[in-house]
């Protein structure tokens, strides 16, 4: 009977640590998987980021250019040149919300990480006979793992589609830029030709105007990319004291298990002397304890290669802190850079608040004159009106001069006309042959009226 029930015993722990070992790969492989698709996610990123420093450091020159040039550069331009810095904004944004995802997905992998040692000690601690409520909780961290897998596996693949997308912008960014260049090295021939003084001074004060907000926004831009540099120089920080401490944890976790080793060890001496005393004459018995000898010194010959395992994680881990150490002096290099690069904004800023109160003065001075134009133009414009009111009677007198004339000469026509000739008919006669005569007495009464 107790053989039998050694012989069970011995079956449930032997599946209880194929179930655990198995769970245990299953983790691995679901880090290493984290592992690699967070590097693709860091050269993604970092390909990113080096394309946007391209873009900063052609804008930048090309602002230095504008500021030497004296703002000669059109309106439209400079719209087009706030867009694309502002598109790039939102992509700056965009790549920090994606640092953001990767923090956290590093923090659910030290999250899994740690379920996993938690599983391992489960397994040492369950070298006993397993209970239900051992296997109930096995299966509800299995799953809890599975549902942890899933949400990362999902925020990775929209991680990968945000990534793509905001390539794509990238790309549309620099073909805007592109054809802003273009359309600055058309405009110059047809600024060249512009000669109108008041117009040219009109579009450089807006010029001026949009030139500074732009250097006010990017001077906030440079604070700001200053102030987020510090909490990411604390942030790497604090991963390097994390390191360490996973690291300290993980010689802890080895001393524990070479003391467990030898505390097993000791028990399987203990073992084997009492089952001696008991059973000497019994031979199954003896093979039984060979069996779980042999198991015994299987476990140990793992639990070394899992000790080999560690001291490569934990070599790892002070190759990462190596890393994490240059990335803090590159950061900090950086952020030497921007603000060498913000204290020569300000100083072109206050030469060009010079030049700007120069303009400003002959910008009045200009006004000035233009009101003195403005007055003489209003003058002309009333002498015009007044010669074209005499013009209008002038022609209004012509025109009846003409028809007066054209009166006059009817009536002499109709003078020097022939009379009509007197019959010996009598009154009667005459009467009658004189009526056309009246008749055109009459008409040139009513000509003369």
Known sequence: MM?????????????????????????????????????????KIFKMEMELAKTKSYFGQ?????LSRGFSQSEHV????????????????????????????????????QQLKCVKEGEQISAGPPTATQSLEAKRERRQLLAAYKNIKQKNVALLQQIQHLSL????????????????????????????????????????KEEMQFSSQANKE??????????????LVEKLHLLEEEKKSHANHIRALEDERTQLLEEKEKYLLERTAEWQGQEESRKALQESCEHLRESQIQMQKEKGLLQVHCQDLERQAEELGKQLDEQRTISQDWRNQWEDMDAALRTKGEELDKMRAQNQALQAKKAEWSLEKQRLQQLVGDLEEQLAEKDQALRDLRQTRDVERAVLEMRT?????????????????GRPAGLEGKIVGNQLE
Not at 16 to 30: G, M, N, P, Q
Not at 83 to 90: A, F, K, N, W
Not at 417 to 430: A, L, N, V
Request: with cysteine; charged share 35%; proline share 3%.
């Open 3 to 43: 053989e039998f029930e050694l012989s069970s015993l011995r079956q449930k722990m032997e599946s209880s640590f194929a179930y655990l070992e198995k769970e245990r790969k299953w983790l691995e492989v679901i880090r290493s998987e984290g592992r690699k698709r967070k590097g693709e996610l860091d050269d």
């Open 222 to 235: 440079l604070s700001s990319t200053a102030a987020e540099s510090h909490p990411g120089l604390g942030a």
């Open 417 to 433: 006309s022939p009379e009509p000739k007197i019959t010996r008919e009598g009154p009667g006669t005459s009467n009658e042959k």
């Open 169 to 208: 912008e990238l790309k549309h960014a620099q073909k805007n830029q592109e054809g802003s260049g273009e359309q600055i090295s058309a405009l110059k021939p047809e600024l060249a030709s512009d000669k109108n003084r008041a117009n040219q001074e009109e579009e450089t004060k807006v010029l001026v």
């Open 78 to 113: 400079t719209q087009e040149t706030l867009d694309v810095g502002q598109e790039l904004r939102s992509l700056q944004k965009s790549l920090s919300a994606l640092k953001n995802c990767i923090k956290s997905l590093e923090e659910k992998r030290n999250e899994m990480v």
């Open 62 to 66: 090309r602002d230095h250019c504008l």
